[in-house]
């Protein structure tokens, strides 16, 4: 059965540092989201992502984040600079249509800032 | 907006015991409403869904009825096994949506013993 991959699974990282989150959505998939979940706290959505540019996106999704399609199979998170406040675990998600279809969702990356 | 609230976790229970967590929504019209299971290692996976009043869900033995009144989607099963232990989350997606956000509760841990 197809499924969303991300990598890495763990990633510690120092304060102000860049990290990129990678994600492999499920390949005849068109839709795909970043969600995140801060430790004990609701997962939340970040952003959605169809025909090679954002759809839509939270309050959370500040100039510190973007997404990319770089090539036909994988899809990024980068945080520019992170901050204590963006460790989380953050999920990508795919679907073949937004409003009828199933999200697939990723294991997960469990970012950790210091 | 929009918000979805579960019952306070955790919940433990003896294998055969019959399960309810608890799932209310706040949303505009008549939103999509989801019960996503995550295993321990493993992403979001959609357990069940409704998409219009009154239609029952069912997986595995798992159901929940969307109950526009009482604007609730409770998750049922009459006999847990240990291998439903996992981590629970309601989720809603907006009528009208174009590109599919979800919205979570906190997710409700679920521990059967043997």
């Known amino acids: 059965e197809p499924e969303v991959t991300q990598t890495p699974s763990h990633q510690v990282t120092q304060m102000g540092q860049e990290v990129i989150l990678r994600c492999v959505p499920i390949?005849?998939?068109?839709?795909f989201y970043w969600y995140r979940q801060i430790l004990g706290q609701k997962v939340e959505f970040l952003v959605s992502?169809?025909?090679?540019?954002?759809?839509?996106k939270s309050e959370i999704f500040d100039d510190q984040f973007s997404v990319e399609r770089p090539d036909g199979s994988n899809f990024t998170l980068k945080i520019r600079s992170t901050k204590l406040e963006d460790s989380a675990m953050y999920f990508c998600?795919?679907?073949?249509?937004?409003?009828?279809?199933?999200?697939?969702f990723g294991p997960g990356t469990r970012l950790l800032v210091l | 907006g929009d918000s979805v609230t579960q019952m306070e976790g955790p919940v433990t229970l003896s294998e055969e015991a019959f399960l309810t967590i608890n799932c209310t929504y706040t949303?505009?019209?008549?939103?999509?409403l989801f019960w996503y299971v995550q295993y321990p290692g493993e992403g979001l996976q959609l357990l069940l869904k409704?998409?219009?009043?009154?239609d029952k869900g069912s997986n595995k033995g798992f159901e929940a009825t969307y109950r526009k009144e009482t604007t609730s989607f409770h998750l049922e099963k009459g006999s847990v096994q240990v291998s439903d232990s996992a981590v629970y989350f309601c989720?809603?997606?907006?009528?009208?949506?174009?590109?599919?956000?979800?919205?979570f509760g906190q997710g409700t841990i679920l521990t059967v013993h043997p």
């Open positions: 998600a795919s679907t073949s249509g937004p409003t009828q279809e199933t999200q697939y």
């Open positions: 390949s005849n998939h068109l839709y």
């Open positions: 992502f169809y025909n090679n540019e954002i759809s839509e």
């Open positions: 949303a505009t019209g008549y939103p999509s």
């Open positions: 409704a998409t219009k009043a009154d």
């Open positions: 989720a809603l997606r907006p009528s009208g949506t174009s590109y599919g956000k979800l919205t």
